[in-house]
């Protein structure tokens, strides 16, 4: 028997008193054959109305209808480098925004949220999933979330020059014209 969503909320509603739940989902990026989606999802349940926004990315080549992960994109061996600039890229967003403080530990992972593409680059987005701090914001220029942008410029290393990405680097200039 098939769950629709509005048996689940009642459900959930039901078991967690004052539950609540929204969610969107955004158009990101779409363009040679890439298509990147960000669903917002947000809900409060308990007897104080404890807030929650998560983000999930997700990416899709629109030739096959797969949805792209990271391996698909960037080279073999990318997992240590790639954090290495996601590592950079959240300390340029945090001191582009002193109200979140320090979020991610010493030792920051990538987001449980995935990424998405934009005109700009790869966006990691941290929610309180990775950052139990961002579900109580203490400053009032503080959202509930912190993007990460990661460009296509400083991911040239890293990127399949025959994968999916490659239409968009050679738009970009950063690879020579077939």
Avoid: C
């Amino acid at each position: 028997m098939p769950l629709h969503l509005d048996t689940l909320l009642a459900r959930r509603q039901q078991q967690y008193n004052r539950y609540q739940f929204h969610g969107f989902t955004d158009v990101v990026y779409n363009g040679n054959n890439l298509f990147s989606v960000m669903r917002v999802s947000s809900f409060q349940q308990g007897p104080y109305y404890e807030p929650h926004e998560w983000y999930d990315g997700a990416t899709f080549d629109l030739r096959t209808g797969q949805r792209l992960r990271l391996p698909e994109l960037l080279v073999s061996d990318y997992k240590n480098r790639l954090l290495k600039l996601f590592r950079q890229g959240l300390q340029r967003a945090l001191a582009a925004a002193p109200g979140y403080g320090q979020l991610g530990g010493p030792t920051p992972r990538l987001p449980t949220g995935g990424f998405v593409l934009t005109p700009a680059g790869l966006v990691f987005t941290y929610d309180d999933r990775d950052a139990p701090s961002l579900a109580k914001p203490r400053n009032a220029q503080a959202d509930r979330f912190l993007e990460v942008v990661l460009t296509y410029e400083e991911l040239l290393p890293l990127i399949r020059r025959k994968g999916p990405l490659a239409p968009v680097l050679r738009e970009r200039g950063l690879l020579p014209k077939k």
